[in-house]
């Protein structure tokens, strides 16, 4: 709303504020705070996961899945590993249980999130830095795998982000790129963006509908609570895709797609 009035020049430092302050308060309200994982979770095909009351371990383990869906499609043990817009950390301690990285880092513009991946990280040799995205913060070609899962719609400049990615990305590394995108001629557009960086798609997976599996479980229990404790606030339902908000009539009618990319450099 407010975003509307911003002068243009300020937009993208607005943008980056209002997440950082975003995600520092719902670090603070009902469910949420204590929530590992800030993804939708997945579903995949033949899973049969049922539920009838808010469990946390359930919606942990849909949230585990979409990570480990995207986790799979690298080489990670023995390599640096990167995690960029990494929430809470979350997803590297989940990565420290099934692989044994050089290096893993996480990076996250919220201070919150990343008090909260130190904690969560205790005992594991995660290295958590609060930084932006869109800004280059490692050496050129440091890291084997960049992951970036559920953040990007949240940046100014995205080719910023992809540049950045581009620059601390090995020759031989692997970029797994997963988020909801609006349109399809923005996605024609970022896929151009990726071939003019010099990045190959490797893998490109629509995810929407088994996303919308795991969307759909967690919004009969969600809706209880969203509506009980932080209704008022209609972003955070649209963020969590309840039913009749615009994200999920989104991705129920097709305007918004969930995608996952495995990107490499060209030689
Ligand atoms: C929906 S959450 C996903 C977090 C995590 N990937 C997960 O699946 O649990 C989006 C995250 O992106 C972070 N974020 C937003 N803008 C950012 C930026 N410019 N640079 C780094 N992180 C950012 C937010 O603070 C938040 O932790």
Known sequence: MIYKYVPKPLKKHYKKLFWRVFYNYIGTIGILRK???LNHGIIED???IELDEYNPLLFRRL???LYLHLMREATIDGKNYLEIGCGRGAGLELLMTHYKPAKAVGVDISDANIRYGKKLNKGNAVEFIRGDAEKQIFPNKSFDVVLNLESSHCYASKMNF???VFAILKDDGTFLYSDLFWHDDQTAAMEKQFDELGFYIEKKTDNTKPIMRSIELQASIRKHY?????SPNKKLSDMVALPGTPLYDGLTNGTIKYLFYVLKKKK
Do not use: L, M, P
């Open 35 to 37: 929530a590992r994982f």
């Open 46 to 48: 033949g899973e049969n």
């Open 63 to 65: 949230s585990q899945n």
């Open 162 to 164: 992809y540049k950045n």
């Open 226 to 230: 969203v509506k009980g404790k932080i």
